[in-house]
Structures are given as structure tokens and as C-alpha cells.
């Protein structure tokens, strides 16, 4: 085996070469083809293309502003004098806290409906049904709702009250209410 290895040396050298040169030009003859569709394909992407950028747009000139209301009346200062002496404070309506609060009161006015009246004698009452479907019955003086409703009318159509609210600036104010028959 020793003796054939300088044969196969020499041998195969020039049939290597002749294979490299082979490929080589089977490669470039490949390469050397008609490319002229391509060409083609190109230039009439060239011509359907046209590209065209939008001009920019043209911006207003900044208008600077010039406040003038500086000599106004300020929003954010009260113009009524919302501080009171303690006397007049003490005459403003309250509600009054140590009153026996009565079983109505605990209810919304809305969530109470009127569902009849009742007369014994020359006294009137009022039938109210609760958000329990409890019916209480009520007279000229009463409490229910949870804004000091006092009661001081009844009629056989509704009972008319008298609520204490919150005014928004620290007092309270007086508001009239009803609950009409068949409401809730």
C-alpha cells in the first residue's frame, strides 16, 4: 500500500484540476444567461412608480395673547363676607340633636310611600309603608326621613313635611317635601 500512495498523488492531480475547471465553466456559463425579462420587469416598475412627497403644511403665525382682565374681580375671592359673629350663628335654623329620634327616621324619604289615611275621631293619620313593608302610622308633628322631615300637613292625596338640610356654606336651610298616596 505504501507503493501506491505517490501513484495516486500524481494521478489524481490533473483529473482534480480538470473537474474545478469543469465546474468552473458549467458556473459561468449558467451565469451567462438571457436576463433580459428582468430588465424588463424593471423598468416598468421604474415608469409605474411615481413618488411624490405632500408639501408641508403651512402653520398660522403664533398670535401672542394679552391678559386683561387683571383688573377684574378675583373668581377665586368670595365677595360676600361668609363669617358670621357667634349671635347671629345661634339664631340660624338647626336641627335639633337632643330630640328623641322616631322610628321613621332612619329611612330615606324615598324609600317611604303613603298607602292610605286614617280618622278616628277629628284626628287624621297617615298610613306609611316602610322600605320593610312595615305601615306605621304618623299625625301633624311627626318625624320621618333622615333630613329632620317634620310632618305638618295630611290630606287623603299626601303628607306634606318640613325638611332641615344642609345649605352648603355651614347652616342649613329649610326644604318642603311630600310623599304622595301610592308612591315608593
Known amino acids: 500500500m505504501a507503493c501506491l500512495r505517490p501513484v495516486l498523488k500524481t494521478t489524481l492531480k490533473p483529473v482534480m484540476s480538470r473537474i474545478v475547471i469543469s465546474l468552473s465553466l458549467l458556473t459561468l456559463s449558467a451565469c451567462n444567461e438571457d436576463v ?5 420587469f424593471i423598468a416598468q416598475t421604474k415608469s409605474a ?9 403651512q402653520f398660522k ?3 401672542s395673547f394679552s391678559y386683561s382682565a387683571a383688573e377684574l374681580r378675583d373668581p377665586f375671592v368670595a365677595t360676600v363676607d361668609l363669617e358670621t359673629d357667634e349671635t347671629t350663628k345661634t339664631s340660624l335654623l338647626n336641627p335639633d340633636s337632643t330630640r328623641p329620634r ?7 324619604l324615598d324609600t317611604l310611600g303613603m298607602v292610605g289615611t ?5 284626628q287624621l293619620w297617615g298610613l306609611i309603608k316602610d322600605a320593610q313593608n312595615i305601615v306605621h302610622r304618623v ?13 305638618i300637613e295630611i290630606s287623603d292625596a ?13 347652616g342649613y336651610i329649610e326644604r318642603d317635601a311630600s310623599i304622595a298616596i301610592g308612591g315608593q
Open 61 to 63: 403665525p403664533y398670535e
Open 49 to 57: 412608480h411615481v413618488g411624490s412627497v405632500k408639501a408641508l403644511p
Open 36 to 40: 433580459s425579462d428582468l430588465q424588463t
Open 158 to 170: 299626601a303628607i306634606y313635611l318640613v325638611e332641615i338640610v344642609p345649605d352648603g356654606i355651614g
Open 139 to 151: 299625625q301633624v308633628g311627626n318625624y320621618m326621613g333622615q333630613n329632620e322631615g317634620r310632618i
Open 118 to 122: 286614617l280618622e278616628q275621631g277629628t
Open 102 to 108: 322616631q322610628p321613621l327616621e332612619i329611612f330615606p
